[in-house]
């Protein structure tokens, strides 16, 4: 895909109107708005002349033109795809592929443009082209129809593994399994269950009763190599917490006698899930990435993460909590979020950036998470992968790409808008200072979708606003608030705007008790519009 420079989308979008360019980007006319799609195809054909007129000035660099002059001169270009809980993989070719629930997975050259190249649990889909007769004891065992969370690994005799998982839905029992294929695309063939959970009244993985307030629901696994080469899956969601096992690289299975492994988080039905680990050899600690609450669009999703010297813990949190102990009260319903939200690094959550120029280009996330993430050996940049539903749009949902940076404390900070091929810059002061909008994700698990505030960044260091305080920034893009005596330790950088469809100021930062903080620069709309 070759790129437009900024001169061409601007002649693009007097071409095109507003709302129509948002259709087009975001899922095309529908097939039943016939008029809809001849007044766009009039208005592509009329821009189609200022393609060819502008055709010289097209360069073959990817999904983005050149960087020149110190300020961007490309234009991100996105597909959308629809894989939830998207687990990341990138295969010998620098291809990067995501699988997912319902045996759906999507691949993209750059973490912008993504194709589905799979979706369904039903015969014919390419990744398990016979996948009911293939995975038929996994489905009867779980009582299900479909699959939840996969993951895939290649593994040194060059082989991809997939982990995959059915779940009852309405109680914890599942079965977790083995598939195995030459190619990352399929076909994969089962090499069998290996672990199960939810027999109620009969033994357990471990030989003892199984009882879902200790023993884990076996979904949701992440397979990983420590930094020492060593090989590990973690695993579960909601009942008895999240575990890690050890596993046999030769056989892609865990080694013999570990029962349900090592827990590391949860217990008693706390909303915990989605667990997902990634080792920073810039900060020489493993973070485990996690999910609280309900992945629908009322259960406040939200991502946090804890961290730890050892792949198998203890992993604790900003404030030294010990992730192990945290999880729900049983003397409370089930669920009880109240018991665990004030714990781990929450990341992000529901969030919804007011458009201050009145131009009507709110957006943001709704229950965003179950993530993977990437860290890229070649570029040392580091990236967090998940779906997302979005503010009033019911259970729609897509991959978002966000790169991280870690901050003075060792932290990751999330850049707040999604990945557009931005790079980390040194924070000049006197480019920073100037009107923001500000999202505070704080620590609850709610429904509620935090809308943005005004806030100003003054040349002199202080902070004006909805939220008063000082600031400073540091060498290498790093930025701090202090807002009511907390610390705020993060990054600042330039980052693409996907609504106003232009590169600006943003920062994100994290405070001792875990609790991010994002701030972007809304762009003016331009005059033509």
Not at 100 to 105: E, F, N, P, R, T
Not at 173 to 195: F, K, N, Q, T, W
Not at 285 to 314: M, T, W
Request: hydrophobic share 35%; net charge negative; with cysteine.
């Amino acid at each position: 895909m070759t790129a437009l420079p900024i001169v061409v989308v601007r002649l693009l979008r007097r071409r095109i109107p507003l709302e129509g360019r948002r259709r087009l980007r975001r899922r095309g006319p529908s097939r039943g708005d016939e008029p809809g799609r001849r007044r766009m195809m009039r208005a592509a054909g009329g821009a189609l002349a200022v393609l060819v007129a502008a055709g010289a000035l097209l360069t073959g660099c990817g999904a983005f033109g050149e960087k020149g002059g110190g300020k961007e001169a490309w234009v991100p270009v996105f597909h959308e795809a629809s894989v939830h809980d998207p687990s990341i993989v990138r295969d010998e070719n620098g291809m990067f592929y995501v699988f997912g629930s319902h045996l759906a997975a999507a691949k993209s050259p750059d973490l912008m443009r993504w194709e589905l190249i799979a979706s369904g649990v039903s015969d014919g889909n390419p990744l398990i082209p016979n996948v009911r007769e293939e995975l038929r004891e996994t489905l009867e065992w779980a009582e299900s129809d479909t699959l939840w969370a996969a993951d895939v690994i290649r593994l040194p005799d060059g082989k991809y593994y997939m982990y995959y998982n059915a779940c009852r839905g309405d109680s914890p029992r599942s079965a977790m399994g083995v598939a195995l294929a030459d190619s990352i695309e399929g076909p994969y063939r089962d090499i069998g269950i290996i672990l199960k959970s939810g027999m109620w009244g009969e033994p357990s993985e471990d030989g003892t009763v199984y009882d879902a307030r200790v023993h884990p629901n076996v979904v949701d696994p992440h397979v990983f190599f420590d930094k020492d080469g060593k090989l590990w899956m973690v695993y579960g969601s909601y009942s008895g917490g999240i575990f890690i096992l050890e596993m046999d690289e030769t056989t892609g299975k865990p080694l013999p006698g570990q029962g349900y492994g090592k827990k590391l988080v949860g217990g008693n039905h706390s909303r915990i899930e989605g667990p997902y680990m990634l080792y920073s050899p810039d900060t020489e600690y493993y973070y485990l990435f996690l999910s609280f609450g309900g992945l629908d669009s009322f259960g406040g999703y939200n991502i946090r993460v804890a961290r730890s010297k050892h792949p198998d813990g203890p992993f604790v949190d900003a404030e030294g909590v010990d992730m192990a102990e945290v999880k729900a009260d049983p003397a409370k319903p089930l669920f009880d979020d109240a018991s665990i939200e004030s714990f781990g690094v929450k990341l992000m959550g529901n969030h919804r950036w007011r458009d201050p120029h009145g131009a009507f280009r709110e957006f943001g996330y709704v229950s965003p998470g179950h993530n993977s993430a990437w860290y890229d050996e070649e570029t040392g940049r580091y990236y967090l992968i998940f779906h997302s539903r979005f503010p009033y749009s019911g259970e729609r949902h897509e991959i978002r790409v966000h790169q991280m940076v870690f901050n003075e404390q060792g932290w990751p900070v999330v850049v707040p808008f999604r990945y557009g091929g931005e790079r980390p810059e040194d924070a000049d002061p006197e480019r920073i200072a100037g009107d923001y909008e500000l999202v505070n994700h704080g620590k609850d698990i709610s429904a509620e979708v935090k809308e943005s505030v005004p806030i100003r960044l003054e040349a002199d260091g202080t902070i004006s606003g909805s939220v008063s305080g000082r600031w400073t920034a540091g060498d290498g893009g790093k930025i701090r608030l202090t807002l009511s005596g907390e610390d705020y330790d993060g990054v600042w950088l330039r980052a693409w705007d996907p609504e106003a469809e232009a590169f600006t100021e943003t920062f994100s930062a994290l405070s001792g008790k875990g609790i991010a903080l994002w701030g972007a620069r809304r762009p003016e709309p331009p005059r033509d519009e």
